[in-house]
């Protein structure tokens, strides 16, 4: 027997289901009960099992001691079965049961959530479920369908036409004009059942994967702004001065050559390794950073790609950035798109790998708006000791140690990885200030006194808080003149 799977035989043919997980209750559940009603012992672990009793239990006849023998090897048949389909993990939950019965009540009690609080979180959870773009249909149909039959084993029932709105509710953006159609046609109430409502998403969801199986990536090659495609002339020619290829003697900054002195001056002082780095990410920038760019509608700006081609991480969002630089180099490829990398620095990447969130931190990272989608270099996190496994099916991260980091799905001939870039929250602030108020308005404010007043009160500061405009707003013969109110 695999450790992922159980299997056996009868006389109605054979069985295989999925371990019981932390995670796969109620499909478990649906099939276990499927075994155990063809073998005929489902009975065993229904709500009234109880072993047959005797009249007088001192002295069973010999018919009650028939019907004992056969409950308890059907029992024993049940909790073979329960057993064998339980993981390695979950078998602590069937500690101290003695009967199928006992074994199914102590998993649907630390499986199944009772009470008004597990309806109220299931029901938040179906209601607040939504898909981002470039999803899994089937697994988010998947994710719906169970928290229903949740709902229902709690006897919280979910009709099938609030089920149809959630569904359509929960899907992204891209999918509105082809749902708010079906919508319109259907007037208030829909028409469709839910799996049919199923059928034709599926197959709209096949159709769209499928026409994104053909488009083409071009991949763009980063190069300093200015910089000629052509090698320089003396590129190979070798200096009799310094013997270094690349320019001639009478070009040389080194001592005793033609320019001896002019070359330029390293920087000196504390900051001295940090230039010197900043300078090396920039000549891996100009020399080759390659950007993919992706033809796929079905993938958003906030999609990660894995790419075996950039030897730099590329982010498009400018919020993303928990450390930036700014830089002004053109992205040119062998195709006629053009872009612009608009800066460099650190991004924090989230991964999710089952569930498990973990946290990279993408060093030098490239800043390219006009980027389709964010790019992780294979080369740069093979360089730190990880590991990248790729299947026909998707690819595992691995670090050092072995553990999965990360993981990703192949998405036409492109990976997109399960992760998304940690968003900075934008702050702001809100800074009230006085307002400078002129010498006639305090003039006003203080019962219409002379301005002479005033500026002595502001003079030897027998108030605080006169906050005034120059001198020169105050108006012709105010400060010998008090003038009269109108009443």
Same mark, same amino acid.
């Given at each position: ?328 180099? &053109? ?6 798109? +053009?872009? /612009?990398?608009? %800066?460099? $620095? *650190?991004?924090?990447? #989230? ?41 026909? &099916? ?6 050092? +140690?072995? /553990?999965?980091? %990360?993981? $990703? *799905?192949?998405?036409? #001939? ?74």
């Amino acid at each position: 027997m695999s450790t992922d799977t159980t299997s056996g035989s009868s006389g109605s043919g054979g069985y295989k289901i999925e371990l019981l997980k932390a995670t796969n209750w109620m499909p478990w559940k649906r099939r276990m009960l499927a075994v155990l009603r063809d073998l005929g012992l489902e009975k065993y672990v229904a709500p009234d099992a109880t072993i047959p009793g005797s009249a007088i239990p001192s002295n069973p006849t010999p018919e009650e001691e028939a019907a004992i023998t056969r409950w308890r090897d059907g029992d024993a048949k049940a909790r073979t079965r329960i057993e064998l389909a339980v993981g390695d993990s979950e078998m602590v939950h069937l500690i101290g049961a003695t009967t199928a019965r006992e074994m199914w009540d102590q998993l649907t009690t630390v499986k199944e959530s009772k009470g008004r609080l597990g309806v109220l979180a299931t029901r938040r959870a179906l209601y607040r479920a939504t898909a981002e773009e470039g999803f899994e249909m089937v697994d988010h149909i998947f994710k719906l369908r169970q928290l229903q039959d949740e709902l229902h084993t709690m006897g919280n029932l979910v009709s099938d036409e609030d089920f149809v709105m959630i569904l359509i509710t929960s899907l992204p953006e891209s999918w509105d004009n082809y749902t708010s159609s079906y919508l319109g046609a259907s007037g208030n109430k829909p028409q469709l059942r839910s799996h049919e409502l199923i059928a034709i998403l599926l197959e709209e969801d096949r159709r769209r994967k499928g026409r994104s199986s053909n488009d083409i990536a071009h991949t763009l090659q980063a190069r300093e702004k200015g910089k000629p495609k052509n090698p320089k002339p003396d590129s190979d020619k070798e200096c009799f001065n310094c013997h270094k290829k690349g320019h001639m003697a009478k070009d040389c900054w080194a001592k005793g050559g033609g320019r001896e002195g002019q070359g330029p001056k390293g920087r000196r002082g504390p900051h001295r390794n940090k230039a010197k780095s900043a300078q090396e990410v920039n000549n891996t920038l100009n020399e080759c950073a390659y950007m993919a760019r992706n033809f796929n509608s079905e993938l958003g700006k906030f999609d990660w790609l894995k790419d075996s081609g950039t030897t730099s991480h590329i982010c498009n969002i400018r919020n993303a950035f928990t450390e930036f630089h700014p830089i002004n180099e &053109e992205i040119s490829g062998i195709s006629s798109v +053009k872009a /612009t990398a608009k %800066g460099r $620095g *650190t991004v924090i990447v #989230n991964f999710d790998v089952d569930g498990t969130i973990f946290k990279h931190t993408l060093r030098n990272t490239i800043y390219v708006p006009e980027a389709e989608n964010c790019l992780l270099s294979d080369g740069r996190f093979l360089q730190n000791g990880g590991q990248i496994i790729e299947t026909k &099916e998707g690819c595992l991260m691995k670090d050092s +140690k072995g /553990t999965t980091v %990360g993981k $990703g *799905t192949l998405y036409g #001939n492109l990976f997109r990885l399960h992760a998304r870039a940690a968003i900075l929250d934008q702050e702001r602030t809100n800074v009230a200030s006085s307002p400078k108020i002129s010498w006639d308005q305090w003039h006003r404010r203080f019962g219409h006194i002379s301005i002479s007043a005033l500026r002595r009160l502001n003079s030897e500061h027998l108030v605080n808080g006169l906050i005034t405009v120059p001198i020169k707003s105050i108006r012709d013969g105010m400060l010998r003149v008090t003038c009269v109110p109108k009443f």
